[in-house]
């Protein structure tokens, strides 16, 4: 997947210059004569570092890699799931490269879990996947779920979190 050109991100229709912007996410280049919601992720990053105003050129712009998984698990592997993935949890977010490793489990699917991630770069991702906990995960995790996993794998800007413009506490 890649980021389209920075000319193709658009504000949301009637948003302030304090709203979210709407980054297009493509894994292959835009059809005009197809409709572009399934070959698009639309990312909402609110109160981040506007994408035309970051420092810097683009070359410049620290991009981390954000990847969101969901794994559908069979009924006996969900409820001590993350015991089950503690060690390989450690072992990645001890990663010089990882930003952050999260665990979290869908309100909507009582035997689904979404794991958030992100590393550094390109080569911080690459060593995650070549790591021996990755590959040891790797070996047992198709026994425990029953479909496919989802995931979304794709380049922002950023290097962490950000806050949120939208919501501040009173």
Known sequence: MRLVAPQSISRLGGAS????????VWNRPPDPN????????????????PVDQSPGTPDERQEMIFIVVKFTLKPEY?????????DFTTATRA????????????VEES????????FRDGEAGSAHVNSDHFRAAMSW??????????IVNVEVPGE???EMAEVQPR
Do not use: Y
Request: negative net charge; hydrophobic residues 45%.
């Open 17 to 24: 210059s304090s709203s979210a912007t709407a980054i297009q």
């Open 78 to 86: 969900s409820e001590n799931w993350l015991e089950r993935v503690n």
């Open 95 to 106: 990663e010089p490269g990882n930003i952050f490793f999260e665990w979290s489990k869908s």
């Open 141 to 150: 995790f198709p026994d425990a779920v029953i479909r496919n996993p989802q």
């Open 111 to 118: 035997h689904q879990f979404v794991l958030c991630e992100a």
């Open 160 to 162: 962490d979190w950000m």
């Open 34 to 49: 197809a409709s572009p919601l399934p070959a698009m992720i639309r990312c909402m990053m609110a109160s981040t570092i």
